[in-house]
Nanobody, 120 residues
Framework: VQLQASGGGLVQAGGSLRLSCAAS????????MGWFRQAPGKEREFVAG???????YYADSVKGRFTISRDNAKNTVYLQMNSLKPEDAAVYYC???????????????WGQGTQVTVSS
């Protein structure tokens, strides 16, 4: 599986962005897909995940503001980010793995990352 993330950019606090992650491969629909982020000097952290066998799941810091979704016909997963805060600024990565997980180590495939900058 190859992943290509896009949609990052500069937004004011309170604004919205939608990230996209396009995947190659015929088995996309069976994968658990996740979004992670990494700010300078910080570890990569889980943001949101989506899998056919479970409800969508989120980090506490983004619940109620971010929504993950997928379109299996387009082999694409999305992250709608609303009410953005300066602390949401980071490089966002999409990832694919065999099962539901909040741990980066459980994901097998990674996209290249897309920068999100939030101005206060």
């Amino acid at each position: 599986v190859q992943l290509q993330a896009s949609g990052g950019g500069l937004v004011q606090a309170g604004g919205s962005l939608r990230l996209s992650c396009a995947a190659s491969g015929r088995t996309f629909s069976s994968y658990n897909m996740g979004w992670f982020r990494q700010a300078p000097g910080k570890e990569r952290e889980f943001v949101a995940g989506i899998w056919w066998a479970s409800p969508n799941y989120y980090a506490d810091s983004v619940k109620g503001r971010f929504t993950i979704s997928r379109d299996n016909a387009k082999n694409t997963v999305y992250l709608q980010m609303n009410s953005l805060k300066p602390e949401d600024a980071a490089v966002y990565y999409c990832a694919a793995g065999p099962r539901i997980s909040k741990s980066a180590g459980d994901y097998e495939y990674w996209g290249q990352g897309t920068q999100v900058t939030v101005s206060s």
